[in-house]
């Protein structure tokens, strides 16, 4: 069982467009709305490839009411902690290139009850699990260390535990000591408080969180692939999409790849999954997650050394 904590939700409606122009009225060509969030879609992702998988989520408001609606039928266990607060719409502006623009809402307000509610169903949700994903950003009103909080109650339970988060949270979750950390190539530079523009700069911000805390460090870097730093070095792969046509979502479906990966499995092969099941991800529209069908390890390719002096690719964000 793989347990997924998101403490800010999200409705995700994708709009598709010829091309994003400020200040114009946009006729979007297409759309669609998934159940979002990125514990949810760690979830979705691992439920797709029929794997046991339990979301704890606060849910509230009619957006709430759509979201439970929406991941029924998911065969996610999902464990909703009542609030009164909506949960928020993100939207995703998506152009015919698969640019996307992503504006994000910050969340309904959680009383000092509501936090405690949703940290006791993790805690109670991850006894027994082989992981806890605690992921996404903090809603207002929830501490800035809830995903350290998290960190003792899983240790002692014999949980691992992975934090995808950025900013103060991800620093906080670092202290705690969890288990593996999935930063992009943005919050890894956040983090550090330092540009990233070669392998090698990411290899060593890597590196600099595992000497703050975090057992191993999977980053992801969109077209560029991703590096996974242990406590056995580093790894790095990728995984080409000549024609990406959504991006949203990936980096949750890759942390979804790398947890999926048996337990004791080598660093390698769950790299490897993690890059199958991203590149996926891109290749399907809106934040919708691959099934084992839409996987293509053909495409996986993973370096037998790292080239420090790789430049990374310019990326629009
Ligand atoms: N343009 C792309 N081409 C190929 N793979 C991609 C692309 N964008 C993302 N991916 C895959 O998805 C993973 C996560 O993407 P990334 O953008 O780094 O994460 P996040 O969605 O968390 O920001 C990457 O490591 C890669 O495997
Ligand atoms: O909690 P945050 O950081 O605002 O992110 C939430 C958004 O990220 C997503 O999980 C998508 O994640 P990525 O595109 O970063 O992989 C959406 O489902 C959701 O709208």
Redesign the pocket.
Known sequence: MIVTLTPNPSLDRTVEVPALVRGAVLRARGGRVDPGG?GVNVSRALAAHGRATRAVVPVGGAEGAQLAALLAPLGIEVHAVPVTGAVRANVAVVEPD?TTTKLNELGPCLSGDEVEALLAAAVASADGASWLAACGSLPPGAPVDLYARLAEAAHSAATRLVV?SSGPALLAALEAGPDLV?P????LAEAVGRPLGTLGDVVEAAAELVARGAGAVLA???????VLVGPDGATYG????DR?VS????????LAGFLAAEAGAPAATALAS??AW??A??CLPGSRMPAPHDLRPDAVRLHERIDPARPLEEQPR
């Open positions: 990125k698969g995808d999935k992009n190539r943005e919050e992801s870097l969109g077209a560029d692939g991703a990728e995984s080409r999409v990406p991006t949203v979502g990936a980096g949750d479906a890759m993690a890059l991203g590149a991800a891109t």
